[in-house]
């Protein structure tokens, strides 16, 4: 009974924020699509892993922000399981972030280092405080470019309404989605849905392909919160993996 009991009150829950965001009708900005523009941060432990995950040596612990599949598990291959495994025993050197290379998509955009989000009517632009990380996002109907990798993917937008949709690809294989080490090959392939649902709110959705890494595609979404103070700004975080100073580099 108490089961039933929690399953209809997440399920009206559910129901009573999807209608509350149906009915919310966001700013316009100056190109005329609803308003984006801001300092956006993530409040969970998805840096960490985007799986359900129990605290560990620089992760904290924290809840999947997987909804598809409903068991909020990545639905890897099985014969790659054994290189997640080996990612996260050596997570402190193998992880590319800690040696200051660009995040990738969608990391950075739930890492613990705010965005900032500029836009106009044929391009979007995606600022991390992150290492001086950059994302142009072209608003444009042309396909990917041929033959190439980027860090940063390259990345073809469209509005469908008041969502942002976001087309990346042409992916390298180097970037990790967590600092647990789950990865992807070059064929990934990230959809990004980007919705303001309240004044200080974007839902931000990925839905991430790789025929090479998983058996199906697989969605997680999660709220961005907007940062009121009107003096808000990013601030510079440089990556010094390479000074001495660290110390990590010369740490056994």
Same mark, same amino acid.
């Given at each position: 009974m108490k089961l039933r009991v929690a399953v209809w009150t997440i399920a009206a829950s559910l129901v009573t924020q999807t209608a509350w965001a149906q009915a919310y009708k966001a700013p316009r900005a100056g190109d005329g699509h609803a308003d984006l523009e801001g300092i956006w941060q993530a409040r969970n432990t998805a840096y960490g892993s985007v799986?359900?995950?129990?605290?560990?040596?620089?992760?904290?612990?924290?809840?999947?922000?997987?909804? =598809?599949?409903? =068991?909020?598990?990545i639905p890897y291959k099985p014969e790659m399981l054994a290189k997640r495994e080996e990612n996260f025993k050596n997570r402190e050197k193998a992880?590319?972030?800690?040696?200051?290379f660009l995040p990738g998509v969608p990391r950075v955009m739930y890492?613990?280092?705010?965005?900032?989000?500029?836009?106009?009517?044929?391009?979007?632009?995606?600022?991390?405080?992150?290492?001086?990380?950059?994302?142009?996002?072209?608003?444009?109907?042309?396909?990917?470019?041929?033959?190439a990798e980027f860090w940063m993917p390259d990345s073809r937008a469209k509005w469908e309404g008041d969502t942002l949709v976001i =087309?990346?690809?042409?992916?390298?294989a180097e970037t990790w989605l967590d600092a647990s080490g789950n990865f992807h090959s070059e064929k990934l392939r990230v959809i990004e849905r980007l919705t303001r649902t309240a004044d200080d709110v974007i839902t931000y959705e990925a839905t991430i392909t790789d025929p090479d890494v998983y058996t199906r595609p697989w969605t997680i979404r999660?709220?961005?919160?907007?940062?009121?103070?009107?003096?808000?700004?990013?601030?510079?975080?440089?990556?010094?993996?390479?000074?001495? =100073?660290?110390?990590?580099?010369?740490?056994?």
């Open positions: 799986e359900a995950h129990g605290a560990s040596w620089g992760i904290r612990a924290g809840a999947s922000v997987i909804v =598809d599949p409903a =068991d909020g598990k992880d590319p972030v800690n040696k200051c890492m613990p280092y705010p965005v900032q989000i500029f836009q106009t009517l044929a391009q979007i632009e995606i600022a991390s405080e992150f290492g001086h990380t950059i994302r142009h996002i072209y608003v444009s109907n042309k396909g990917h470019y041929g033959e =087309d990346n690809g042409n992916f390298n999660m709220p961005l919160y907007r940062d009121r103070d009107p003096n808000a700004q990013l601030y510079e975080y440089e990556c010094h993996v390479y000074l001495e =100073d660290e110390g990590k580099l010369t740490r056994k």
